[in-house]
């Protein structure tokens, strides 16, 4: 049995991550494998990218495995335009990627099997009270 790919998305100030990044860049610290690889500033900016419609499109991925954007979106019953660009969107976040189709069409994939949100609600990344 293959191993489970996880996504770990984290939720920090703007700050936090930008010296996080950083500090990665310089060498200076290394980012284990269960630590977070792609970051959002908010609970609200993670739900805009993790949209009610988004998750109808990475659900249908994963059961169904169109093999182009427009059977995806056939399935999801929406727009090409608007699907390619919700598949781009969480192509920036690397939770979707796309293959090479029959014919040259893009085949959306997902890159992970499952994710986890790592934050801290209530707290500063540092342990004190926010």
Known sequence: MSRKRILHI???????IHRRMLDIAKGAVRRLPDEPRVWFTSA???????SKKNMILIETIRHSGPTSVT???ERVGRNKTNVLRSLKTLKQFEIVDFDEGEGGRKAPRLNYDDFRVDGHLGHSLDGKAA
């Open 44 to 50: 609200e900016a993670l739900a805009r990218v993790l």
């Open 71 to 73: 059977e995806l979106a």
């Open 10 to 16: 984290g939720i920090a100030p703007r700050e936090y």
